[in-house]
């Protein structure tokens, strides 16, 4: 059995944290690797064929001078769910010589791409049934590129004495993707590619048309930027061609326009929303999109105002949460499906529901920067968690990354899972109603709000 990559760069991050963290200058660093499988591995829909010309990426920053380490990373995934989840963070906080509860790893959801979910795999193999998409193998040498070069950054960290906080409205990229009727319910999904001229001219509905950039200043020099958007960043997919679709570029793209300054970018609460309305799934449309998000990165940049900020400034908040498991789960009937063709979609379903019975909890974050707020949750969030948070308190600045551990899948509010649609039906979601109580709870504590 290989030695696990933790226990590898244990020592050296170690180390490491005990030079950087001996003084309280704040210091940041990034790190970037590629995390694309090899050809012919399984990514979640189909066999990989070959790489985009931009491939996979997985992005991060490490924050020193406030305490242990804090890592945020990102990567060109579909999920990263449950002990997968767990594993990528511990191969973190090892190389940066911290805690896992400081390490925050989340996917953007580009779907020509792979997933990683060791326990799902564990699922399936015990039932002696080929892992496929679930097949953890690829998945860690990507943790253990992304373990060395984080390893590395720690010993190259630059000083930072000023964080920027930037917003501007995106438009004509996302738009809500369940489409109400007159009594309430939903009676039409608007998907990625809506080809359906009558979905498109429904109403864009609910969304955060705002990019957020939060970024990281020695003085006048920029070092990191951090971007937020809530949709799905898809425009069309299946192709057997690993790409991080129009997020990928427009994070490209604003790499070119500020040469030596890092770009990471988090995809928001984004389940419920979409490109449909502006994408019928012409190919031309991925750049079209792309340059949309990348306009809005632009004018949040020139937009952007900075704030001195010191060691005591910032601090890292976590909440451990159980969200409780949907009552449209039945092991029995999952066990049953698993004989089925419709295995790897159920599959995911027993793994979360044995780790929440063996009591496992979900972590969700919060890092301060001063009067900013970047918050860190799990799943499939709908974009009315990330509109409440910054309702709480509208006298900061409130940033949120979804898609943390993926396990979860879909996760509505209350009165979704009552409306129907596709993100609440029991194939899409493997949480209640109840969730919504559990993780507003957890925000207001994060946040310090008073409502």
């Not at 170690?14 to 950087?20: D, N, P, T, W």
């Not at 189909?46 to 242990?68: F, H, N, Q, S, Y």
């Not at 999904?189 to 950039?213: K, M, Q």
């Not at 994408?279 to 004018?299: E, F, Y």
């Amino acid at each position: 059995m290989p030695i696990p990559v933790r226990f590898l760069v244990l020592l050296v991050g170690a180390g490491l944290y005990a030079q950087s963290g001996s003084s309280a200058e704040l210091r940041l660093a990034t790190f970037d690797v590629d995390a694309t499988p090899p050809t012919g591995s399984q990514l979640m829909y189909d066999p990989l064929k070959a790489v985009g010309e931009l491939g996979l990426r997985c992005r991060g920053v490490v924050i020193t001078g406030m305490g242990d380490p804090v890592v945020l990373c990102s990567v060109d995934w579909i999920g990263i769910a449950n002990g997968g989840h767990d594993e990528f963070r511990e191969a973190l906080a090892a190389a940066a010589g911290t805690s896992r509860s400081r390490v925050s790893v989340h996917a953007i959801h580009q779907h020509d791409a792979p997933v990683f979910d060791t326990d799902t795999e564990r699922v399936l193999r015990q039932r002696k049934l080929p892992p496929g998409a679930f097949d953890a193998a690829w998945g860690r040498p990507t943790i253990a590129r992304a373990a060395a070069a984080l390893s590395g950054a720690m010993t190259n960290t630059l000083p930072f004495n000023q964080v920027g906080w930037g917003r501007a409205e995106v438009k004509e990229v996302a738009s809500n993707r369940r489409i109400p009727g007159s009594d309430g319910k939903i009676k039409a999904v608007r998907y990625t590619a809506t080809r359906d001229p009558a979905l498109r001219a429904e109403p864009e509905g609910v969304i955060d048309p705002f990019v957020t950039l939060v970024s990281f200043w020695d003085s006048d020099r920029p070092i990191a930027v951090l971007s937020y958007y809530a949709c799905h960043p898809q425009s069309y997919y299946r192709t057997g061609i690993a790409n991080p679709d129009f997020p990928g570029i427009a994070r490209f793209l604003r790499d070119q326009a500020l040469p030596g300054v890092r770009h990471i970018h988090f995809n928001g609460a984004g389940g419920n929303l979409g490109a449909g309305k502006y994408n019928d799934g012409a190919v031309t449309n991925r750049a079209v999109l792309a340059g949309r998000l990348a306009d809005g990165m632009a004018r949040a940049w020139a937009a952007t105002r900075r704030t001195r900020v010191q060691a005591e400034d910032l601090k890292w908040g976590v909440e451990r949460v159980l969200i409780p498991v949907g009552g449209q789960l039945d092991r029995d009937k999952i066990e049953a499906r698993l004989k089925t063709p419709a295995l790897y979609t159920v599959a995911p379903m027993l793994a979360w529901m044995e780790r929440r019975e063996a009591g496992l909890e979900i972590e969700i974050s919060c890092l301060q920067l001063g009067r900013t707020r970047i918050l860190n949750l799990p799943g499939e969030l709908f974009v009315e968690y990330q509109l409440a948070a910054q309702k709480l308190r509208p006298d900061l600045n409130v940033a949120m990354a979804s898609y943390g551990d993926y396990g979860t899948a879909y996760i509505g509010t209350a009165v979704a899972y009552s409306e129907g649609g596709y993100e609440t039906s029991p194939d899409a979601t493997y949480v209640g109603p109840g969730s919504e109580a559990v993780l507003m709870g957890a925000l207001r504590k994060l946040l310090d709000a008073k409502q």
